[in-house]
């Protein structure tokens, strides 16, 4: 008889209870939310005080919140923001390395051959006095030349050295034959014979292996750091989708919403949200690791048999052995070129070789080590190497290892996996971390990702990296890329700044030609490959003869 009237108090107190608990919660002060909506710079004007039904939010859940539609636009624009500037800081250390180490190599590389045109110039003025400073003008074009090439100009090495060598013979055979007088025909007939005659031994051969080699790589490496610090820097700035944009919202500032703005993402669901924003950085990856060890590749000639440092330094002592060498041959020399090219006419009674051997014997004295100039990079080009290839291991993987260094980060997750937001509460976050990457996001509970639609963007910055790769790979095998000539470009700075880092074809841009370096006679190679052509005119000239006979 007591059942009746105890299930009536139960049925009271339950509805009391209810009532109670529905009153508290929409009375929950957003006291905390107004506050940290304030450190964000935004004005709390309309702001609730208290919990508000949410069916009007898009992205958070729609029970009862501190935000307004208006509030959670903003929020919104501010998920994107914090989000850029996370991926910023975390890539700031490798691009900072390949913009400093850039300066440095670049600064060290020029400053080395400022100081190897400073020391030929010094000594051979002290040796040969106006005999050198009237002829000047040609080791002044070496060095300039030179560095053109090595900045980005469209030089060919073995050519420009070829002339260099030239010219030298037909100024030193008029100095060791200063009695006749020689037409430009005839110079012309004296630089057809340099090979033949070996007037300066062989130390062309020698310098032309050892400086082709050394510039091929230095100008590569300084361009492949420079390609790989645009890359990183255009890849950094990050393209926000929709889905991505939405999902930031709910990790970083849902909570804000539910009136818990110190709540921060479990590290799992933070891994998932960004993965799925940065899943065409992903996929940068694989051409980025091939770049670094392209890049390492080179490396390894700079330090051992492409070191421009020992190529450079001693310019002026090999050019020197061989202007003694053409000395010491002169007589030989000057015989085969009379026999080849004929006599010259004898010049006035008044010019003489008189002191001329003289000048020519007084011995080239190289600087000792400690009169070397030093470099402002204040380094030698192997601590730097060095330096250079410890980063660049640094950095392999860096695009896939990004949602990690980001997640990482107590500022954005919380480590306790019960105290932490899970996208809709506090509480564990339960689905599996997806893998890196655009097709692996298909089944990505967080992100709405199309993985037909990769990128273009970050496309063209893979087509970047494929394409100094190939040039990387080429410099190690002592091989030759032309780059774009920095005179072509109107912007950029610094040196090396005229190559450019864009996969699309540019119109200024000359064709990519390889030239063996290892082959001593390209020019004798492309005749004879393209030889098949004479036949085949011949034949063409025969059968029309033959028509016109039969008429």
Known sequence: MWKTPV???????????????????????????RQAYTAKGFSVHNVPHQEISGEHLRVCPQGYTCCTSDMEDKLGQQSKLDFEKLVEESSHKIRTILTSRHKKFDEFFLELLDNSEKSLNDMFVRTYGKLYTHNSEMFEDLFSELKRYYTGGNVNLEEMLNDFWSRLLERMFQLLNSQYTFTDDYLECISKYTDQLKPFGDVPRKLKAQVTKAFIAARSF????????????????????????????????????????????????????????????????????????????VADRLEGPFNIEAVVEPIDVKISEAIMTMQDNSIQVSSKVFQGCGHPKLAGSGRSTRGISDVFNRRFRPYSPEERPTTAAGTSLDRL??????????????????????????????????????????????????????????????????????????????????????????AYNGKDVYFQDSSDEESGSGSG???????EVVHTEPPMVEADISDPQPAANTAHQQSPSLPLLFAVITLTTLLLQWR
Not at 259 to 277: E, W
Request: aromatic fraction near 6%.
């Open 497 to 503: 700044s005229g190559f450019t880092t864009e996969p």
């Open 222 to 297: 300084v361009q492949g750091l420079m390609v790989g610090r645009e890359v990183a820097n255009r890849v950094a700035k990050v393209n926000i989708s929709p889905g991505c944009g939405k999902a930031l919202t709910k990790m970083l500032y849902c909570p804000y919403c539910g009136g818990m703005p110190g709540l921060k993402p479990c590290a799992n669901y933070c891994q998932n949200v960004v993965r799925g924003c940065l899943a065409n950085q992903a996929d940068l990856d694989p051409e980025w690791n091939l770049f670094i060890d392209a890049m390492l590749l």
């Open 385 to 474: 190497v060095i330096d250079i290839k410890e980063k660049l291991k640094e950095s392999k993987k860096f695009w896939s290892s990004l949602p990690d260094r980001i997640c990482a980060e107590d500022k954005v997750t919380d480590p306790d996996e019960e105290q932490c937001w899970n996208s809709h509460t506090k509480g564990r976050y339960f689905p599996d971390v997806v893998k890196d990457g655009l097709t692996n996001q298909l089944n990505n509970p967080e992100v709405e990702v199309d993985i037909t639609r990769p990128d273009t963007f970050i496309r063209q910055q893979i087509m970047t990296l494929r394409v100094m790769t190939n040039k990387l790979r080429n």
């Open 7 to 33: 299930v009536g108090f139960i049925c009271s107190l339950s509805l009391l209870l209810s009532l109670t608990c529905a009153g508290d919660v929409k009375s929950r002060s957003c006291s905390d939310m």
